[in-house]
């Protein structure tokens, strides 16, 4: 149906959903990332609460389940070649055997987010990226540029180069900073058509190229943000290898930040 979803030449469309404001809210989150990059995503869980106090619906559409060899590079593959880690693919087939299949879908990413999209019918596409998973967020949202959503990034990438994050064409919002006391109204003032711009840690594009430049969201209290709702991923995302077997793992996040000035993090950065 789309021979080239991640370059779609047609038009620019109009947010149908706007003046439609009976139906919820609805988010589309992605956060690029290869299967073996890491293990589910503290973001995605923290903002599926979030939004769900709050009468938003979220839907996450999970990359993890394709297969990226071909385009970007597999960390744990060279691992394996150089023998620094023990092999684990026929135990990571055999836990993946029983992934439903809407869950694999095509191994078209570009045209499998698309129709996530176009059957979810969202206010806002939102995504998550980091320098290693840039492109690939790119790729998503520049697959449905033309069905006239807004496209807010926020993540490490446009928080630590955000002159370069703005300048995407796929990108019409960059968060820097931490995002968890903005991604509500920002939802709100988006499905409302709302100037954006104010809200803290956002950076905007105007219609004649130039940028509306923010402030860093400050930090948030940790204690104030609800429980991670895990509830979200498909059971298979919380087995992980490890030392040449396959573990079912979950992230715990008790602090951002680091005291540590090492020259080879980013975590200098942040603080």
């Known amino acids: 149906v789309f021979p080239d979803p991640c370059n779609n030449p047609r038009p620019i469309a109009k947010n149908s959903r706007k003046g439609t404001r009976m139906k919820p809210l609805k988010a589309i989150f992605f956060n690029p990332n290869p299967r073996s990059m890491a293990l589910i995503?503290?973001?995605?869980?923290?903002?599926?609460?979030?939004?769900?106090?709050?009468?938003?619906?979220?839907?996450?559409?999970?990359t993890s389940f394709y297969d990226f060899s071909e385009d970007h590079a597999n960390?744990?593959?060279?691992?394996?070649?150089?023998?620094?880690?023990?092999?684990?693919?026929?135990?990571?087939?055999?836990?993946?055997?029983?992934?439903?299949?809407?869950?694999?879908?095509?191994?078209?990413?570009?045209?499998?987010?698309?129709?996530?999209?176009?059957?979810?019918?969202?206010?806002?596409?939102?995504?998550?990226?980091?320098?290693?998973?840039?492109?690939?967020?790119?790729?998503?949202?520049?697959?449905?540029?033309?069905?006239?959503?807004?496209?807010?990034?926020?993540?490490?990438?446009?928080?630590?180069a955000p002159e370069v994050a703005i300048t995407f064409d796929e990108v019409d919002i960059i968060c820097r900073g931490e995002g968890e006391g903005i991604i509500v109204p920002l939802v709100r003032m988006l499905a409302e058509g709302k100037d954006v711009f104010g809200l803290s840690g956002i950076w905007?594009?105007?219609?004649?190229?130039?940028?509306?430049?923010?402030?860093?969201?400050?930090?948030?209290?940790?204690?104030?943000n609800p429980r991670f709702d895990a509830s979200i991923f498909h059971e298979s995302r919380f087995h992980r290898a490890m030392s040449g077997n396959i573990y079912r793992m979950f992230p715990v996040e008790t602090h951002r930040g680091c005291p540590l000035k090492c020259t080879f993090c980013n975590s200098p950065i942040q603080d």
């Open 204 to 224: 905007t594009k105007n219609q004649d190229g130039s940028v509306n430049r923010g402030t860093v969201a400050p930090p948030v209290d940790l204690n104030e």
């Open 41 to 62: 995503s503290p973001v995605v869980s923290l903002f599926f609460s979030i939004f769900g106090k709050h009468g938003i619906e979220m839907r996450f559409f999970d």
């Open 75 to 160: 960390s744990d593959k060279f691992l394996q070649t150089n023998l620094v880690i023990k092999a684990f693919d026929g135990k990571y087939k055999e836990r993946m055997r029983d992934v439903p299949r809407h869950e694999t879908h095509s191994n078209d990413v570009c045209a499998d987010f698309r129709r996530e999209v176009e059957e979810f019918q969202p206010d806002v596409v939102m995504g998550s990226a980091m320098e290693s998973t840039i492109m690939l967020a790119r790729r998503l949202f520049r697959g449905v540029r033309d069905l006239g959503l807004p496209h807010v990034l926020g993540g490490v990438f446009p928080t630590f």
